[in-house]
């Protein structure tokens, strides 16, 4: 199993560079304020009233960068530092998180299709979970024949599955970006070097879906030709 160890590590090395690279990003431009004092509750309200959304809640969260959308509860949670701040960061991510709710409501399929791979990613999360502590407890050998064949078969299918969302993933978090980037721009909400900071925040918080899917896509491809040569 020293490959798996090799693409995890690689990619939780990635992963620690982008997302440090997001947290200093979104300090910067979370200590300027917006020339017009909007909160990231009034940049997000704004945005639902423009598209005509009057049916999602704009609730405060906790913690930092949590900040999402529920299309079930037609909910969005804005972090501790975007709900109540007027910064240039707080407004990038509110705008984001509208862009969901605007794909909701225009029946956007990319979000539709991730909606409904939700229950499989989270059942194979957990076969996962279980099939790793048996490698590491030596329930079972990692390679060879047999019943060896089957799990890494199992594995390269629930890999598969987690892959397939994370590249579903990508278009809908860069759509829902390029929705709030053009509102914020078209509405004036944020203009020259403000509108560049929140394309900036935003941009580096969609290679952290890159880095997650490229890791998936890696872990997949890993499993199925272990697989492969494992029934051989």
Not at 195 to 203: Q, R, V
């Amino acid at each position: 199993m020293l490959g798996y160890i090799i693409i995890i590590g690689g990619f939780t090395l990635v992963g620690m560079i982008i997302s440090g690279k997001l947290k200093s990003t979104f300090n910067k431009y979370g200590k300027v304020a917006l020339r017009n004092g909007m909160t990231g509750k009034d940049v997000a309200a704004a945005m639902l009233s423009h598209y005509g959304i009057h049916d999602v809640k704009i609730v405060p969260g906790r913690g930092s960068l949590t900040d999402h959308y529920n299309p079930l509860t037609k909910t969005i949670a804005l972090s501790e530092p975007v709900y109540n701040s007027n910064s240039i960061s707080a407004a990038a991510v509110a705008a984001h998180e509208c862009g969901h709710a605007v794909q909701h409501a225009t029946a956007y399929p990319l979000l539709t299709m991730r909606s409904s791979l939700v229950p499989v990613i989270n059942f194979s999360g957990k076969i996962q979970s279980m099939l790793m502590m048996g490698f590491m407890f030596g329930m079972f050998a990692p390679s060879g024949g047999g019943i060896a064949s089957i799990i890494m078969y199992v594995l390269a299918a629930t890999f598969g599955a987690t892959a397939l969302f994370s590249l579903v993933t990508l278009p809908v978090e860069f759509d829902a970006s390029k929705r709030a980037l053009a509102w914020l721009d078209n509405s004036n909400i944020t203009q020259g070097a403000e509108y560049d900071g929140a394309k900036e925040a935003l941009w580096w918080a969609a290679m952290t879906y890159v880095t997650q899917a490229l890791s998936a896509l890696a872990m997949f491809l890993y499993f199925l030709l272990r697989a492969v040569g494992s029934g051989d």
